[in-house]
């Protein structure tokens, strides 16, 4: 073995050892499972970054509605227009730019709000609406059908509130509900 | 926050007439773990495939085949993400903040290319990595770019790789992933910048050889290091080197090293004055490096999230800014005091001063030591592949006579031929 030979083997050892040691010491911290993007519904403030910065065409953040927080009410703060010319379904009193949100009568005074996903833009008007004046059951999600889960997620670089963050993707969604508080 | 978010102002209704049953959540699941575990294997297959066929098989035409697969797989159908370039950022993170945790996906994506460098070099550069089967793909016409031009661009991977670096252990965001040219392309979407950047530079690669893995891949970086002292490597000839010269032209990357038999040769005392100037050099570049390093830090700072945030506050409550924005707007409502705002983004910028000295004497470092390799004069008998930047793509085997010969295809005439083994 020439000297060259013998400085070539010391450094491969070195960097061996260093790996290995990058390797243990993330080892340590690894989780077995990875992580998937989502939205702290309790954190968001309604700016309608989401429906623009996601790197897809048509944003993977959608809104869902929390059921069981719903005031089923007859004028809806998240279906209205801020000043309705009636309390009807006619497109010009929608607030919903994309007429995403449909209107069902169940019993009165109780109307039922469901959101139909594949019109849906994640722009967030509704969201505010329902949060501002009513029980803030309107939320938005990551949903992750469409979701790229990018390595950095452009819509949380873009989020005013830091609201978006990786969580562990046995848990995928951060739902709103009766129950949960922030 | 609390008061107008979780207020209940209209109790839900209990349906007693009707017995409605509540609607449940629509729970469209993430792509299964097992997936994931797929594509760790297929990367290792893929890694053992690229070494075989580079230092074993010796065919270019099968890294061809091995690129377009890896470029299909890796690049449009798993959309770019995760790659082992960007993957360096969360082990930065993982090591940086111990809060972080990292998936095992993305650490074997970051390792695994590094371990097979360590053994056979860059096999994961030349068909593994989708970013260098475009490249390497779109490679019509090769000219070369000018030795000078060519030693300058080679030091943008050292500093973005700094960067990328200071950015990824303080939080402040993942900017390779941010300024990546080519995954807008995997996408078929993203902003007008990286979709034309992504244009401009397969355009430009139809002419530069791989102009994003020899000027800007800061994971090159790395390999480069591992390759550099790698068990195996791959050989321009099968046996033995005539210095016929035929293989000078053949590589579009720059990564042969010429013969230094007719090199003219040059007096030893100028050469010697030459590298003791040069290593002189190295302290003054260091403190230099280090001191701006540590102001960049403080002024990259200002791009962090927090410290952004905090100035913002910091100018509302002083009234020299009025009105507020949307993030300020956020901060405001969490009711959280501006002294443990103001006290986050020092830490933090004490934080990006540390990382951007680092930073700063990494580059001096990287510039210090290109100015010494330059002043060093190598003998070298044989033309071979540099084993920091060859790509082992095996463009150059057909070109050496011996290579044909072993291949039992015709030898260019007049060549000289080494005695069979």
């Keep these: ?182 | 926050m609390i008061l107008f978010l979780a207020a209940q102002r209209f109790p839900p209704p209990e349906f007693s007439e009707t017995g409605h049953k509540l609607p449940g959540f629509n729970t469209p699941l993430p792509r299964g773990p097992w997936l994931e575990h797929l594509d760790v294997i297929v990367l290792l297959a893929a890694l053992a495939l690229a070494a075989w066929l580079a230092l074993r098989r010796r065919s270019r035409r099968g890294l061809v085949a091995l690129g377009i697969f890896s470029l299909l797989y890796f690049g449009f159908w798993r959309k770019g993400c995760i790659c082992s370039i960007g993957s360096i950022q969360n082990m930065a993170q993982g090591l940086a903040d111990s809060s972080f945790g990292v998936p095992a996906t993305v650490l074997a994506f970051g390792l695994a290319p590094l371990v097979f460098a360590l053994l056979f070099g860059r096999v994961f550069c030349s068909a593994v990595c989708p970013h260098g089967a475009l490249q390497d793909l779109m490679l019509i016409k090769p000219v070369r770019v000018p030795v000078w031009l060519e030693h300058g661009l080679r030091l943008i991977p050292y500093i973005y790789l700094g960067l990328a670096l200071v950015f990824a252990a303080t939080g402040g965001g993942y900017i390779i992933c941010q300024y990546d040219p080519f995954v807008t392309i995997f996408r078929l979407s993203g902003s007008v910048l990286m979709v034309a950047c992504g244009i401009g530079l397969l355009v430009l690669g139809m002419f530069v050889g791989r102009p994003y893995c020899r000027f800007l891949c800061p994971y090159g970086v790395l390999l480069g290091f591992a390759s550099s002292v790698s068990k195996w490597r791959v050989r321009i000839t099968p046996d033995t080197c005539t210095q016929c010269r035929l293989c000078e032209q053949s590589c579009p990357f720059d990564a042969i090293n010429k013969s230094t038999i007719d090199a003219p040769s040059r007096s030893m005392t100028t050469d010697k004055r030459l590298l003791a100037a040069m290593i002189l050099l190295l302290p003054v570049l260091l403190i230099a490096g280090g001191l701006l390093g540590g102001v960049t830090g403080k002024n990259l700072a200002r791009k962090h999230r927090i410290v952004n945030l905090a100035e913002r506050v910091y100018l509302e409550e002083t009234g020299k800014e009025s009105g507020t924005t949307d993030a300020s707007a956020a901060f405001r409502v969490t009711g959280e005091p501006v002294e443990n705002l103001y006290a986050d983004a020092r830490t933090v910028r004490d934080r990006y001063v540390l990382a951007g000295r680092l930073c700063g004497l990494w580059i001096a470092l990287v510039i210090g030591g290109k100015l010494i390799m330059l002043a060093i004069r190598r003998k070298r008998h044989d033309y071979e592949a540099d084993q920091t930047r060859c790509l082992a793509c095996a463009r150059c085997f057909t070109d050496c006579p011996q290579e044909l010969q072993r291949l039992g295809l015709s030898v260019p005439e007049g060549v000289p031929l080494a005695p069979p083994l």
Aim: contains cysteine.
């Design chain 1, 1 to 182: 073995m020439n000297r060259r030979d013998f400085f070539r083997n010391m450094i491969r050892g070195a960097t061996v050892l260093g790996l290995g040691g990058v390797f243990v010491d993330l080892v340590r911290k690894v989780k077995a499972d990875g992580t998937v993007w989502q939205i702290d519904p309790w954190k968001c403030i309604q700016c309608g970054r989401c429906a623009t910065e996601c790197v897809l065409e048509q944003s993977a953040v959608k809104c869902v509605h929390s059921f069981n927080m719903c005031g089923y009410c007859r004028l809806c703060t998240g279906y209205f227009e801020p000043q309705p010319n009636k309390l009807n379904t006619a497109a010009e009193n929608q607030l919903c730019p994309t007429g995403a949100i449909f209107r069902t009568f169940v019993e009165d005074p109780y109307y039922e709000y469901t959101i139909n996903e594949s019109l849906c833009v994640g722009c967030a008007k509704c969201v505010k609406g329902c949060t501002m004046f009513g029980n803030g059951s309107l939320h938005l999600q990551i949903r992750h059908d469409r979701c790229l889960n990018c390595n950095e997620c452009s819509i949380a670089r873009a989020c005013p509130s830091d609201a978006i963050h990786r969580v562990p993707v046995a848990q995928p969604y951060k739902f709103k509900s009766r129950e949960s508080t922030s």
